[in-house]
């Protein structure tokens, strides 16, 4: 019997300061989980990041797990509006106003730092997430290579591609 090794393609990419902005966000579940303090370096795992205007001028969509690391971080923001159990609308406190949990770390150093804006839906607690992390050191984003789409074939078939989660499969949408 032979044991055949699949062996994937890790991609390691530089995304400190400005190059951030090459980053997409918009359609991502986030698993980031607060913490007490936040540490020198955290790491963030997230499901369908973009890459806008990447080589060969085409937009990627990463249908898998990435990873982003960041270095030196020195404080942090995060905001996130909880949606109802169906996953399709936000918790209201009135008509106007959704329910809105926000946690703050540190203190930014402005000069020196530069601040970093994710924006996704965060897997828990269950929301659209605004999340700000001032970092001083390198910034990366690491993925498998066979988990990229470009990101017309996403639009044209979301379903095949978005990260579904067993929590919104115990409630029919």
Same mark, same amino acid.
């Given at each position: 019997?032979?044991?055949?090794?699949?062996?994937?393609?890790?991609?390691?990419?530089?995304?400190?300061?400005?190059?951030?902005?090459? &980053?997409? *966000?918009?359609?991502?579940?986030? *698993?980031?989980?607060?913490?007490?303090?936040?540490?020198?370096?955290?790491?963030?795992?997230?499901?369908?990041?973009? *890459?806008?205007?990447?080589?060969?001028?085409?937009?990627?969509?990463?249908?898998?797990?990435?990873?982003?690391?960041?270095?030196?971080?020195?404080?942090?923001?995060?905001?996130?509006?909880?949606?109802?159990?169906?996953?399709?609308? *936000?918790?209201?406190?009135?008509?106007?106003?959704?329910?809105?949990?926000?946690?703050?770390?540190?203190?930014? +150093?402005?000069?020196?730092?530069?601040?970093? $804006?994710?924006?996704? &839906?965060?897997?828990?607690?269950?929301?659209?997430?605004?999340?700000?992390?001032?970092?001083?050191?390198?910034?990366? &984003?690491?993925?498998?290579?066979?988990?990229?789409?470009?990101?017309?074939?996403?639009? +044209?078939?979301?379903?095949?591609?978005?990260?579904?989660?067993?929590?919104? $499969?115990?409630?029919?949408?």
């Amino acid at each position: 019997m032979t044991t055949e090794r699949v062996s994937k393609i890790k991609k390691v990419l530089d995304v400190t300061g400005k190059l951030f902005d090459l &980053v997409d *966000f918009t359609e991502a579940t986030l *698993f980031f989980h607060g913490h007490r303090q936040l540490p020198e370096t955290i790491t963030i795992e997230t499901w369908g990041l973009s *890459f806008i205007e990447t080589q060969n001028t085409k937009d990627y969509y990463v249908s898998g797990i990435a990873t982003i690391s960041f270095e030196g971080v020195t404080s942090g923001l995060l905001e996130v509006s909880l949606y109802q159990p169906n996953g399709k609308d *936000f918790i209201k406190i009135d008509y106007e106003n959704c329910l809105k949990l926000t946690k703050s770390w540190g203190k930014p +150093l402005n000069f020196e730092e530069y601040q970093y $804006h994710l924006g996704g &839906v965060l897997d828990w607690p269950k929301g659209y997430c605004q999340l700000g992390i001032h970092a001083t050191g390198k910034v990366t &984003v690491s993925f498998d290579t066979d988990d990229c789409v470009l990101t017309r074939d996403y639009v +044209l078939n979301p379903e095949k591609y978005t990260y579904m989660d067993s929590y919104f $499969h115990h409630f029919p949408l």
